[in-house]
């Protein structure tokens, strides 16, 4: 190690890595967001890994693109769901206006005029996948620092929770 300008050796490093920001609800401390999109029953169909200084509407976009065809019983499978629901957070024109060019209606509570009672009977599917989703005691504290690995232990939680879906009806 080469000695500094002030002629101390430089040891530390920045911390954190790819997809890692200040949180701003939790003091600054570094995390990541997983963002999910979830069908009517809690199966997971997409995943993103972001910072935790990410607005939650920035990667909504990628979120749509990431949903697979879905296989009906007869006819051309669905490219898309019919409605999505969504809470504040994602009350953004820019997120209305991707589920516009997608055929998706969008119903996204509206920022200080909706309340959240309305939006509660769909939302607690969402948070209910959340929550099996951080029984994963590796995802709720990231303790490693390169995202690609962080990812592949969320892919790998979101296969066992749809493994336990269909496992159900086999």
Do not use: C, W
């Given at each position: 190690m080469?000695?500094?300008?002030?002629?101390?050796?430089?040891?530390?490093?920045?911390?954190?890595?790819?997809?890692?920001?200040?949180n701003p609800t939790d003091r600054g401390k570094a995390g990541s967001n997983h963002h999910?999109?979830?069908?009517?029953?809690?199966?997971?169909l997409a995943v993103e890994l972001?910072?935790?200084?990410?607005?939650?509407s920035i990667p909504f976009e990628r979120l749509l693109d990431k949903v697979p065809p879905i296989r009906r019983p007869r006819g051309?499978?669905?490219?898309r769901p019919s409605k999505l629901h969504a809470d504040k957070a994602y009350d953004h024109r820019r997120c209305r206006q991707a589920c516009r060019r997608?055929?998706?209606?969008?119903?996204i509570a509206r920022r200080g005029i909706?309340?959240?009672?309305r939006l509660g009977r769909h939302r607690w599917v969402v948070e209910r996948t959340l929550a099996w989703l951080h029984r994963f005691r590796r995802l709720v504290i990231r303790y490693k620092r390169r995202a690609d690995i962080h990812r592949?232990?969320?892919?790998?939680?979101?296969?066992?929770l749809c493994f336990r879906f269909v496992s159900r009806f086999c």
């Open positions: 080469e000695p500094g300008s002030s002629g101390q050796r430089e040891r530390t490093r920045k911390k954190g890595g790819a997809e890692i920001g200040p999910i999109l979830v069908d009517a029953s809690g199966v997971p972001t910072g935790a200084n990410v607005h939650d051309r499978p669905r490219k997608r055929g998706i209606r969008a119903r909706e309340s959240s009672q592949a232990f969320l892919m790998l939680a979101v296969a066992l």
